[in-house]
T-cell receptor
Framework: DAGVIQSPRHEVTEMGQEVTLRCKPISGHNSLFWYRQTMMRGLELLIYFNNNVPIDDSGMPEDRFSAKMPNASFSTLKIQPSEPRDSAVYFC????????????????FGPGTRLTVL | AQKVTQAQTEISVVEKEDVTLDCVYETRDTTYYLFWYKQPPSGELVFLIRRNSFDEQNEISGRYSWNFQKSTSSFNFTITASQVVDSAVYFCALRNSGNTPLVFGKGTRLSVIA
């Protein structure tokens, strides 16, 4: 089975440009998470969705960041305009919630997108 | 608030040695889940184990074992007879009940030297 798919794997852009990161969760998973990894701050949550609905976006740094999940199989994270301090590895993760309740879902991560903003 | 502390920033061992990675967590929830992930040099995050707060039974999987102790809020990870391929950054993480995000520790970088 395919895992979480992220694209692009690497992105190099110049300050001020728009950047769009893409994620395809594992089929059947209904929760999707965007995390960012930096040396200074480690792994931190940006936003997450349950059943395509954004639940908590308090980790989104500022208005330059936006995320959408138009359907169960696709999500985007957009940065506009990008800045050098946005350089990081961005991970997407997905998990499922068993029907009938239960909270034993595990988050599986994509390979990440390494973003460099010059 | 939830917090995960991995006090060991870096550990270096010689191949075949045993090594224990420490993880201490804080949470006010009575139901929660603990995880370990491995991040090899290639960069992906690989799930290793999940443990819920009601199950304190230790687990062994091959050369890996986990010791969960609620009394000390610890969830330590031991690699027996370490190998060079075990070299990676290991993250401990915590999540409360529900479809909620993970709170990660800062990670421990393990280097296994041949």
């Amino acid at each position: 089975d395919a895992g979480v798919i992220q694209s692009p794997r690497h992105e190099v852009t110049e300050m001020g440009q728009e950047v769009t990161l893409r994620c395809k969760p594992i089929s059947g998973h209904n929760s999707l998470f965007w995390y960012r990894q930096t040396m200074m701050r480690g792994l931190e949550l940006l936003i997450y969705f349950n059943n395509n609905v954004p639940i908590d976006d308090s980790g989104m740094p500022e208005d330059r960041f936006s995320a959408k999940m138009p359907n169960a199989s696709f999500s985007t994270l957009k940065i506009q305009p990008s800045e050098p301090r946005d350089s990081a590895v961005y991970f997407c993760a997905s998990s499922s919630r068993p029907y009938g309740g239960g909270n034993t879902d595990t988050q599986y991560f994509g390979p990440g997108t390494r973003l460099t903003v010059l | 608030a939830q917090k995960v502390t991995q006090a060991q920033t870096e550990i270096s061992v010689v191949e075949k040695e045993d090594v224990t990675l420490d993880c201490v967590y804080e949470t006010r929830d009575t139901t929660y889940y603990l995880f370990w992930y491995k991040q090899p040099p290639s960069g992906e995050l690989v799930f290793l184990i999940r443990r819920n707060s009601f199950d304190e039974q230790n687990e062994i999987s091959g050369r890996y074992s986990w010791n969960f102790q609620k009394s000390t809020s610890s969830f330590n990870f031991t690699i027996t007879a370490s190998q060079v391929v075990d070299s990676a950054v290991y993250f401990c993480a915590l999540r409360n009940s529900g479809n909620t995000p993970l709170v990660f520790g800062k990670g421990t970088r393990l280097s296994v030297i041949a």
